[in-house]
């Protein structure tokens, strides 16, 4: 399931890394920032604040950037991942982890490895329970498949036309 | 009506219409197509059924989540909903995500009116407003419009050199339009469905537009009609695995979002009707409500690949657009529209929510005659002389009495004079047989052949008005081939079933027509048709408009020339066929009926290559309708000419000796075409090859 995952997640043009752990994962990240340059980074405050890593993400600097019309890079934690088409899927839980998966030029999304199911089927009831929230202002459930893409022009597919034109999946234990 | 082609778009259409159909069956693969539109569109239904108790469910969820939600009878009271929002919330701009219902109400020119502006951000559609025109696909809106006019659009919009690389024009929009969707105050979506259950509405997008604007703005507007409310999650899933692939061709958009609630400050959701209800209480037109718009119908549509969607549309386009277009803007804004249907059937078998949109489009098309008049020829052809077989039978009779006059040598009319020049300025027209197929069988036709005549059993041969007054030479020979093969042969009435009337939405002439036809028909044997058109009519409309019992076991007797010959007797065929390749290269082209509706096309295929022991080569779109379509090509001679071309030009690139194929309407079309092409390819019915081995 992991392989097809993999499969379709590249086939819908994202980038698919399987680093060993999270300290990998974390530093394949910070490797990027640091050859971006001074770029500003926006982290899912979902993230941070739930921290499932169980760990500090030192290093990267976290500005939250409501107002900001460019963001170089988004870090975000998917709660799912869909075999079938290759979709990360992601509870929204407020306004910025729904804007760090469109504001960046590339998003970081890291996704665990058991959170990987066979299809939207599979989680129908947890994208029903989660839209049914009223302790939450504005419950969202995002489908993610690979960078923003357009083929509005003579039917050419390009990419990144108003979200990011990288994604990149960091699978992880 | 004017259908200027334009040359360049035409290719760009049908290239896209190519590459979506490969992508489109490379995503399905594995998939149950049928099972899963029979799923959607029962799922669809049942929604239909409850429309009224699935919005009220909605809107109490939507409620309990802080959105605002807001009814609007019609395009005039959602305009002014919105603009009241604007005014409420301060709202000099407002940024759009794509929704085809925004342009059904005119929204934009209408809030530009009252001073708020409303910039579109789809890049499509930002095109396409930057150059003042009006989307022409519903999914890729500036469809018509090739990267050079786009950089001297993005040129004249920004005021600076722009490359006309296709990149550099993404980049450059991702820059204004971001600007422009921070700068605005409210952002206004469709939506591809409201969740009852949850009260949240679904968003399928790839650009990623549709979510910056529904979370940058601190107002969200939602525009929804009414039919797209699903009672759940796993409805919406359900269409969410059939919408993309059947759409473009990708498995899944790259953004899909459930979104409840509002993010900032407030959300409204508002609820059109604009005559919707009106269209679900309809027995007769409601299964347009099943529209999913995944614009499937367009990319497959022959006429919509020729003209594009600035013709053929008022505002939603293609079959399924005039359809919405009579109930949404009227049945007169949908008139011209409805004569553009080839009724090829093509879309149905792409539409994942299985409306009968060809059927419909006829059912229009009599509506359309009933409520605002027919046209003068169609009521002197149909009327007059189709729906009295007396006076049709009289005409034809005339016809061949001047066939003196009319008729060359080679079977072709002389050319058409004056103003008729275009009716057969692309394909030379037949010139009417000497004698009538009827009176040549009762003179010439002699049973014989390996087999006992009439072994086994008794076929009525049906052959239809085209093979009884232009081609008998084909009914000939369908009539030897069944009688080498052991059948008594005998003729069932030779007279018109009705169906030209019925296409064109005359249905007396049309019943008329079939009645006559249906009171003279004797024999409980397979009724053998050399004419998918006529098959049809005889097996499906038919009884389905007379409805009487003797209609119904008429139909189940019908059974195409081809089909009746491979199921019984391919073995005889094979060993009559011999052993020696034939020479002759031969295509297949699929007339539309044969195919679509019949679904004989394999049998064809099959019957050809055993008898000519040789493989088919196919041509390019095989399956694209030749353009005949019967009235369609006196109604809209252009684009039938333009149809024809593509076919001759399909047809030469195989560099195939015959055409074969199973329609004589098809026949004189491709037949005609090749004449005035000088092309040396023969044109043969099915039966004729099958004759002559």
Redesign the interface.
């Known amino acids: 399931m992991i392989e097809k995952f993999a499969a379709m997640a590249k086939a819908a043009g994202a980038e698919v890394e399987t680093p060993g752990n999270l300290v990998e994962a974390i530093s394949f990240i910070k490797k990027y920032l640091e050859k971006a340059g001074p770029g500003e980074a926006l982290i899912s405050p979902d993230l941070k604040n739930r921290n499932p890593f169980g760990m500090e993400f030192f290093g990267l600097e976290t500005k939250l950037s409501g107002g900001k019309l460019w963001v170089e890079a988004g870090i975000v934690a998917a709660d799912y991942g869909l075999a079938e088409t290759g979709t990360l899927v992601h509870l929204d839980r407020g306004d910025v982890e729904k804007n760090v998966w469109t504001l960046p030029d590339v998003c970081f999304c890291f996704l665990e490895r058991q959170k990987i199911v066979p299809n939207a089927e599979a989680i129908e009831s947890v994208i029903s329970d989660h839209l049914s929230r009223t302790d939450i202002s504005s419950p969202q459930v995002s489908f993610i498949t690979g960078p923003s893409r357009t083929a509005d022009i003579e039917c050419r597919l390009t990419i990144g036309v108003h979200g990011p034109s990288r994604l990149v999946i960091l699978i992880v234990p | 009506m004017k259908n200027k082609i334009d040359p360049v778009l035409k290719k760009?259409l049908q290239?896209?219409s190519k590459?979506y159909q490969g992508k489109r069956e490379d995503v399905l693969r594995g998939y149950d197509f049928e099972e899963l539109r029979t799923t959607l569109a029962g799922l669809k239904d049942r929604a239909l059924d409850r429309n009224e108790e699935f919005l009220a469910r909605f809107e109490g969820?939507a409620r309990?989540?802080?959105s605002r939600v807001l009814r609007a009878k019609d395009g005039s009271e959602a305009n002014d909903l919105i603009l009241k929002i604007c005014r409420d919330h301060g709202v000099a701009k407002i940024v759009k995500a794509k929704s085809m219902v925004s342009e059904e109400i005119g929204l934009t020119a209408f809030l530009e009116k009252n001073s708020v502006e409303a910039v579109e951000?789809?890049?499509?559609e930002w095109?396409v407003q930057s150059a003042a025109e009006h989307p022409t696909h519903m999914v890729?809106?500036?469809?018509h419009?090739?990267?050079g006019e786009?950089a001297a659009v993005f040129a004249a919009k920004t005021g600076k050199a722009v490359p006309d690389d296709?990149?550099s024009?993404?980049r450059i929009?991702?820059g204004e339009?971001?600007?422009e969707i921070?700068a605005a105050r409210a952002g206004l979506t469709g939506a591809n469905a409201l969740?009852a259950?949850?009260?949240?509405i679904l968003l399928v997008t790839?650009?990623?537009?549709g979510?910056?604007v529904?979370?940058?703005p601190p107002v969200h507007i939602v525009l929804a009609s009414i039919e797209k409310v699903l009672p759940?999650?796993?409805d919406a899933?359900t269409l969410?695995r059939l919408l993309p692939r059947n759409a473009?061709g990708?498995?899944?958009?790259?953004?899909?979002?459930?979104?409840?609630?509002?993010?900032?400050d407030a959300?409204y959701i508002i609820l059109l009707d604009n005559n919707r209800s009106k269209l679900l209480a309809d027995r007769e037109f409601r299964d347009v409500l099943r529209c999913v718009k995944c614009s499937a119908c367009l990319n497959v549509c022959p006429v919509y690949q020729v003209i594009g969607g600035e013709a053929y549309a008022h505002i939603y386009m293609g079959g399924i657009g005039t359809l919405f277009t009579a109930w949404i803007h009227g049945l007169r804004e949908s008139r011209d529209l409805a004569k553009l249907c080839l009724r090829c059937h093509r879309c149905e078998q792409y539409c994942p929510t299985k409306i009968p949109i060809a059927d419909l489009i006829t059912a229009l098309a009599e509506k359309i005659n009933r409520e605002t008049g027919k046209p003068l020829w169609k009521k002197l052809a149909f009327d007059g002389l189709m729906g009295r077989p007396a006076v049709l039978k009289t005409a034809f009779g005339a016809a061949r009495t001047g066939r003196r006059l009319l008729a060359r040598k080679d079977g072709f009319s002389r050319k058409l004079p004056l103003w008729l020049k275009k009716y057969d300025r692309f394909r030379a027209l037949p010139a009417p047989a000497a004698l009538p197929f009827s009176a040549v069988f009762e003179k010439k036709f002699v049973p014989g052949g390996a087999v006992q005549p009439g072994a086994k059993g008794r076929v009525q041969i049906y052959a239809g008005c085209l093979i009884e007054h232009f081609y008998p030479e084909i009914g000939m020979a369908a009539a030897r081939v069944l009688s080498k093969l052991g059948y008594e042969v005998k003729l069932a009435p030779p007279a018109c079933c009705g169906f030209p009337p019925s296409n064109g939405g005359f249905r007396k002439a049309s019943l008329k027509a079939y009645a006559a036809l249906l009171k003279d028909f004797d024999g409980d044997g397979p009724v053998i048709t050399l004419c998918p058109t006529c098959a049809t009519m005889l097996a499906k409309r038919g009884p389905s408009i007379e409805g009487s019992e003797k209609a119904g076991k008429l139909g189940l007797r019908v059974i195409p020339f081809s089909r009746f010959v491979l199921e019984r007797e391919v073995s005889a065929v094979w060993r009559m066929a011999g052993k020696a390749r034939k020479k002759a290269k031969v295509t297949y082209h699929d007339s539309c009926h044969h195919k679509n509706i019949l679904k004989t096309e394999k049998d064809s295929r099959r019957l050809v290559a055993t008898a000519l022991r040789s493989e088919i080569v196919e041509m390019d779109g095989a399956d694209v309708c030749c353009g005949f379509a019967g009235s369609f090509s006196v109604d809209n001679p252009e684009i039938s000419a333009a149809l024809l071309a593509d076919k001759l030009a399909a047809i030469a690139k195989t560099e195939a000796d015959v055409v074969a194929l199973d329609c004589p309407g098809c026949l004189l079309q491709i037949r005609g075409g090749c004449r005035r092409q000088g092309m040396n390819v023969r044109v043969a019915h099915t039966a004729e090859l099958l004759d002559e081995i």
């Open positions: 760009v290239d896209f590459s969820k309990a989540h802080g951000t789809d890049l499509g095109i890729l809106p500036a469809i419009l090739t990267r786009i296709i990149p024009l993404v929009a991702r339009i971001r600007r921070f969740i259950d949850n009260g949240a790839n650009e990623g537009n979510r910056l529904t979370t940058v759940t999650v796993g899933l969410l473009t990708q498995s899944i958009t790259s953004y899909v979002s459930f979104i409840a609630g509002p993010h900032r959300q």
